[in-house]
């Protein structure tokens, strides 16, 4: 499949350029809005199912995903829907991503975590950690879109639809045009 998820974007009107606080605390003059994709069943559709043909591309066949909430949650469901597997979430309790819901894994399961977009990959390692108590073989991490242009280290190989390196910056060090700009927060690591 011959898929461009930054042509998606775009089409959507979810690559956003101003002053953005993204989840992570770093600011950015582009937002990648995921949401006005996944609201949208024929995008998430098309882009989940590329992510799942990569991943079986590198993989092989998976028995479950495995994705952060919220972020995760769509991208996680519509990628295990083409993979043909289970797909769970991760939420947190007490601020520490855990499985609940009665979700579990049976031994030796062969799983991929799904995000959304990576930029720092800190809730996807936060969702691998709460893993560790399972016997499974965690087979790989998987996103939309990695704006770390692969320097982000999840712990496991990460599989990416796009690398879109976009600048982001630590609240003190702030470029001065970027800085003129009303600051916008449209994520949602704030949440507990």
């Given at each position: 499949?011959?898929?461009?998820?930054?042509?998606?974007?775009?089409?959507?009107?979810?690559?956003?350029?101003?002053?953005?606080?993204?989840?992570?605390?770093?600011?950015?003059?582009?937002?990648?809005?995921?949401?006005?994709?996944?609201?949208?069943?024929?995008?998430?559709?098309?882009?989940?199912?590329?992510?799942?043909?990569?991943?079986?591309?590198k993989c092989g066949k998976v028995d479950a995903v495995?994705?952060?909430?919220?972020?995760?949650?769509?991208?996680?469901?519509?990628?295990?829907?083409?993979?043909?597997?289970?797909?769970?979430?991760?939420?947190?309790?007490?601020?520490?991503?855990?499985?609940?819901?009665?979700?579990?894994?049976?031994?030796?399961?062969?799983?991929?975590?799904?995000?959304?977009?990576?930029?720092?990959?800190?809730?996807?390692?936060?969702?691998?950690?709460?893993?560790?108590?399972?016997?499974?073989?965690?087979?790989?991490?998987?996103?939309?879109?990695d704006r770390s242009g692969g320097k982000a280290d999840?712990?496991?190989?990460?599989?990416?639809?796009?690398?879109?390196?976009?600048?982001?910056?630590?609240?003190?060090?702030?470029?001065?045009?970027?800085?003129?700009?009303?600051?916008?927060?449209?994520?949602?690591?704030?949440?507990?």
């Amino acid at each position: 499949m011959n898929y461009d998820v930054i042509k998606e974007f775009k089409d959507a009107g979810a690559l956003l350029e101003g002053h953005f606080i993204l989840s992570s605390g770093l600011h950015s003059p582009v937002f990648l809005q995921k949401n006005w994709v996944m609201m949208q069943p024929e995008r998430a559709e098309r882009a989940c199912k590329a992510l799942a043909e990569r991943i079986l591309e590198k993989c092989g066949k998976v028995d479950a995903v495995i994705s952060p909430a919220v972020g995760g949650i769509i991208p996680g469901y519509e990628t295990a829907r083409h993979l043909g597997c289970r797909a769970m979430f991760t939420e947190r309790e007490g601020g520490v991503f855990k499985l609940r819901r009665g979700f579990g894994f049976r031994k030796g399961e062969r799983v991929v975590m799904v995000e959304d977009i990576v930029t720092t990959g800190l809730s996807s390692r936060e969702c691998i950690a709460s893993l560790k108590e399972y016997d499974i073989d965690l087979v790989a991490g998987a996103c939309l879109i990695d704006r770390s242009g692969g320097k982000a280290d999840i712990g496991i190989p990460l599989i990416a639809l796009a690398e879109y390196i976009v600048p982001a910056y630590a609240p003190d060090d702030i470029p001065p045009e970027l800085a003129k700009i009303e600051a916008v927060k449209p994520g949602s690591r704030g949440l507990s």
